[in-house]
């Protein structure tokens, strides 16, 4: 079974990242939920990066606001990959803080990044990235696209009448 680790800096992120288990969940994706602060509680986060690949977890979907140091440690510490998610934040500079300290990350320390608020997307990545190994899942983002491309389809149909 594919595992998605969903990680994020605190529970005020929550409602954003939870597009990301909703649409993990609705392709049969197995989620472990966690918060671990990059500044709060840096302890869990090395444990957490160090060893969740020992625990089955094959992808990273790591959410952050403001400095949003979380998804880029967790990636200097795993060895799998981590899809970060900026969020914007209470304290945020319109997001901006968030996108670039999760975008900038330097040479050999990769995070691929969805746009801010992005979970949705950061799950429908992380399962394409399952799905390269695992034909369930691919089957189901094979069909969930087609369901996009059939509503816009249908959209264009209620337009035109």
Same mark, same amino acid.
């Given at each position: 079974m @594919?595992?998605?680790? $969903?990680i994020m800096g605190s529970t005020s992120d929550m409602p954003?990242?939870?597009e990301a288990i =909703?649409? #993990?969940?609705s392709f049969d994706v197995e989620v472990e939920v966690d918060i671990v602060s990059a500044h709060r509680t *840096? =302890?869990?986060l090395f444990d957490y990066g160090k060893n969740a690949h020992t625990r089955g977890i094959n992808v $990273? $979907? +790591?959410g952050a606001g403001g400095a949003a140091h #979380? *998804?880029?440690?967790? +990636? @200097?510490l795993s060895p799998l990959p981590v899809i970060g998610v900026p969020v914007k934040s209470s304290n945020s500079i319109d997001g901006w803080d968030s996108v670039l300290s999760i975008l900038q990350m330097p040479g050999g320390v990769?995070?691929?990044t969805v746009a801010l608020n992005g979970a949705k997307n950061a799950g429908i990545l +992380? +399962?394409?990235i399952l799905g390269s190994s695992n034909q369930d899942v691919l089957q189901k983002i094979v069909d969930y696209k087609e369901d996009l491309k059939k509503k816009v389809i249908e959209g264009a149909k209620s337009i035109k009448k």
């Open positions: @594919s595992k998605v680790g $969903i954003v990242m939870q =909703d649409i #993990l969940k *840096p =302890d869990k $990273i $979907i +790591a #979380l *998804p880029g440690m967790i +990636a @200097s990769p995070v691929a +992380a +399962a394409q």
